[in-house]
């Protein structure tokens, strides 16, 4: 009897011990799951999504002190098309190693969808299948710096998107390196979090 006494006390913080690992294990396997299935968090390294998303001090451009961190929904492209005006992060061309000194993961917004004629204008504003399209995104001081493709026109091929840099003047994006292939796109950007007072959410 005081064998068995013994024998359940002894168990019983073990038994606290086993169940804390457990939920721990669980629980660390959710967010591995949700994370490499469901959604990624990023980090805006520059000045191109300005000033809808920043990037930090004392790069060029950047206007805060922290640069925004996003959350990306990687399973939304599985059950949904992508929809123009969605900001957007993807893998880059090869060109764009190129074009812009760099490769690798990028963020831009989804302007021209497969099939589509893109042309920007001789003031900067972009027009798609002749109508122009409405970016209250763009602000008149990135419009006016946006001088490297006025009067220029491109076709996006079938089963790729057009992407562009809210900052148009500091951005290198499609109109450089050209339209990105579906299977290179990683998923809209739902959500910035990072920092606190830049808590934003966007529908994907």
Same mark, same amino acid.
């Not at 812009?100 to 893109?118: D, M, N, S, W």
């Given at each position: 009897?005081?064998?068995?006494?013994?024998?359940?006390?002894?168990?019983?913080?073990?038994?606290?011990?086993? %169940?804390?690992?457990?939920?721990?294990?669980?629980?660390?396997?959710?967010?591995?799951? !949700?994370?490499?299935?469901?959604?990624?968090?990023?980090?805006?390294?520059?000045?191109?999504?300005?000033?809808?998303?920043?990037?930090?001090?004392?790069?060029?451009?950047?206007?805060?002190?922290?640069?925004?961190?996003?959350?990306?929904?990687?399973?939304?492209?599985?059950?949904? %098309?992508?929809?123009?005006?969605?900001?957007?992060? !993807? %893998?880059?061309?090869?060109?764009?190693?190129?074009?812009?000194?760099?490769?690798?993961?990028?963020?831009?917004?989804?302007?021209?969808?497969?099939?589509?004629?893109?042309?920007?204008?001789?003031?900067?504003?972009?027009?798609?299948?002749?109508?122009?399209?409405?970016?209250?995104?763009?602000?008149?001081?990135?419009?006016?710096?946006?001088?490297?493709?006025?009067?220029?026109?491109?076709?996006?091929?079938?089963?790729?998107?057009?992407?562009?840099?809210?900052?148009?003047?500091?951005?290198? %994006?499609?109109?450089?390196?050209?339209?990105?292939?579906?299977?290179?796109?990683?998923?809209?950007?739902?959500?910035?979090?990072?920092?606190?007072?830049?808590?934003?959410?966007?529908?994907?």
């Amino acid at each position: 009897m005081l064998g068995a006494k013994v024998r359940s006390r002894v168990a019983a913080p073990w038994r606290k011990v086993l %169940d804390w690992v457990l939920t721990i294990a669980v629980a660390v396997a959710v967010v591995l799951v !949700f994370e490499a299935e469901v959604a990624k968090p990023y980090r805006i390294p520059s000045e191109s999504m300005e000033p809808t998303l920043h990037c930090a001090r004392p790069a060029v451009g950047c206007q805060a002190r922290f640069s925004d961190r996003v959350i990306a929904c990687e399973l939304c492209y599985r059950f949904s %098309d992508p929809e123009r005006g969605q900001i957007v992060v !993807f %893998d880059a061309p090869a060109a764009a190693a190129a074009k812009c000194g760099a490769a690798g993961t990028y963020v831009k917004r989804l302007i021209g969808l497969p099939g589509e004629t893109v042309h920007e204008d001789g003031q900067s504003r972009i027009w798609i299948d002749g109508k122009e399209l409405n970016e209250p995104y763009v602000t008149s001081d990135a419009r006016s710096q946006d001088v490297s493709y006025r009067n220029h026109t491109w076709h996006v091929p079938g089963g790729s998107y057009f992407m562009m840099g809210d900052n148009r003047g500091s951005s290198c %994006d499609s109109r450089a390196w050209g339209a990105v292939p579906r299977p290179s796109l990683i998923g809209p950007v739902v959500m910035a979090y990072w920092p606190p007072t830049r808590l934003n959410f966007w529908t994907p």
